[in-house]
């Protein structure tokens, strides 16, 4: 069982930043995919970014240049560094983990657990 909470979400304004962490309980976490997913009133829950256990990124092309994903495997937690946010940004941002491969998917369906959410309203 795989227990993800993230935080740091929040209002801000365009072109601003916020980074967002999810702590994982597990004892393999460094083993773990992990992604980032967000959903906007809506709208299907899409793949933001992904970082595999040795540190490979993914992006969605709409993000690209603009979000960071890494993640501090002493630690158990995963970030996503949002910058020049936009308001087309805003969404329920989820954190999510593949524990049973080794290649960064962009399907919702690849990810078994989930966290929670937290909530990014980006104001124009």
């Known amino acids: 069982q795989v227990q993800l909470v993230e935080s740091g979400g929040g209002l801000v304004q365009a072109g601003g930043s916020l980074r967002l962490s999810c702590a994982a309980a597990?004892?393999?976490?460094?083993?773990?995919?992990m992604g980032w997913f967000r959903q906007a009133p809506g709208k299907e829950r899409e793949f933001v970014a992904g970082?595999?256990?040795?540190?490979?990124?993914l992006y969605a092309d709409s993000v690209k240049g603009r979000f960071i994903i890494s993640r501090d495997n002493a630690k158990n937690t995963v970030f996503l560094q949002m910058n020049i946010l936009e308001p087309e940004d805003t969404a329920v941002y989820y954190c999510a983990a593949d524990t049973s491969e080794f290649i960064i998917k962009t399907i919702v369906a690849a990810y078994n657990y989930w966290g929670q959410g937290t909530q990014v309203t980006v104001s124009s």
């Open positions: 597990g004892r393999t976490f460094n083993r773990y995919i």
């Open positions: 970082i595999g256990w040795r540190g490979t990124t």
